[in-house]
Structures are given as C-alpha cells and as structure tokens.
T-cell receptor
Framework: GENVEQHPSTLSVQEGDSAVIKCTYS??????FPWYKQELGKRPQLIID?????GEKKDQRIAVTLNKTAKHFSLHITETQPEDSAVYFC??????????FGTGTKLQVIP | DAGVIQSPRHEVTEMGQEVTLRCKPI?????LFWYRQTMMRGLELLIY????????DSGMPEDRFSAKMPNASFSTLKIQPSEPRDSAVYFC????????????FGQGTRLTVV
C-alpha cells in the first residue's frame, strides 16, 4: 500500500515569513495529492489539492508543487499570518484510491 | 447541505461497554470513510465504503470494531467491548468519488473509555 512521510513534524515561523512542508510517497500509481488543515479541536479541511497531470498549483498565499519522478510534493505558504497556525496533513491516494495521510506538521506562526 | 453529521460529539463510557458512533454523509456522496485520530498514531483510516459496500477494512484494529452502512445516508462504527486504548477522536468523512475528490469531515466524536 501507499506510504506517506511528512516533514517537519513541527515548524515555527515569524509572521510574514514563508513556511514549507514536504512529503514523499511510495506508490507511483498515486495521482491525487490533497492537503488538509486542522485547527485545534476542529475537523481537517481541504486547503488545496493537486493531481498528477500538473506540477504546481497556486491559490492566493498557498501553493503546492509535485515532482512525480522523485515522488515528493510540498506545500508552500507565503506571508504567513497567525491564523495559519494549525496542523497540516498531506495525503496521497495510492493505486487503489485509498487516501493515506502523512503524520502531520504543527505550524506555529509567531506574531 | 449541513455537511457530514456525526453523533454523539462526546462519549464517555466504561471499559467493556458497547459504543456506537453514527454518521450521516453529505447527500450524493458515494464514498464514506471512518478515521481514528490519536496523538501517537495520527490520522488512521479504519474502513471505507463505496456505494454502501465496504471496500477496505484493513485498518480496523481488531474484531472488536465493526462498521455498517445500511443505506446511502447512514453509517455506524461499533466497538464491543470497548477498552481504554480505544480512546481517540473518531472522524467520519464523505466524498463524491473515492480517493479522487475532496473528503469532507464531520466534527468528530471524542471517545473516552475509562
């Protein structure tokens, strides 16, 4: 099955700086890579996703890049704000469309 | 649509008791997932259904766990008998298309087994 590794597990940045979270996956058949944000005590919610037919996708301050050859994908948040503080999960769907989540990155944006 | 609805929001039960968690997916979604979240193990997929049929239950910890989806608008996750190590937040999620589209999560059920 699919194996997704996520780094770092914790990340602290100053407000206004950029944050980068990286993930690798094992199943070359994966073609859907969502990113979820989970605020403390709340449910995970999708913030951006990318499919394997594109290498990059951007939505305002958030961007995701995908390198299929190296089997890794990354989340980039620019101009971070305190409300970006949360746990972020990457995921990949694997050959059987079974979405596997990474272990999460706790992002803290320091005002 | 009100989104994915789970009940109860919180459950405290004694070890050995049966626990039933309930989920109503978003109308029109074909796939339903049950996840368990703990600090130690993160977000684990327990089981998922496609068109009410269980597709993969390899994440179910052991025989004490069972899940059903009798119709497109209702699913249950049952733990019998419950144990303290089952304490976690259990999320139900649904999506239009398994593994290819956004999964919408319910608010979760926080289970505490004492």
């Amino acid at each position: 099955g699919e194996n997704v590794e996520q780094h770092p597990s914790t990340l602290s940045v100053q407000e206004g700086d950029s944050a980068v979270i990286k993930c690798t996956y094992s199943d070359s058949a994966s073609n859907y890579f969502p990113w979820y944000k989970q605020e403390l005590g709340k449910r995970p919610q999708l913030i951006i996703d990318i499919r394997s037919n594109v290498g990059e996708k951007k939505d305002q301050r958030i961007a995701v890049t995908l390198n299929k050859t190296a089997k890794h994908f990354s989340l980039h948040i620019t101009e971070t704000q305190p409300e970006d503080s949360a746990v972020y999960f990457c995921a990949a769907n694997g050959g059987y469309q079974k979405v596997t989540f990474g272990t999460g990155t706790k992002l803290q944006v320091i005002p | 649509d009100a989104g994915v609805i789970q009940s109860p929001r919180h459950e405290v039960t004694e070890m050995g008791q049966e626990v039933t968690l309930r989920c109503k997916p978003i109308s029109g979604h074909n796939s339903l997932f049950w996840y368990r979240q703990t600090m130690m193990r993160g977000l684990e997929l327990l089981i998922y259904f496609n068109n009410n049929v269980p597709i993969d239950d390899s994440g179910m910890p052991e025989d004490r766990f069972s899940a059903k989806m009798p119709n497109a608008s209702f699913s249950t996750l049952k733990i019998q008998p419950s144990e303290p190590r089952d304490s976690a937040v259990y999320f139900c999620a649904s999506s239009l298309e398994q593994g290819r589209t956004e999964a919408f999560f319910g608010q979760g059920t926080r289970l505490t087994v004492v």
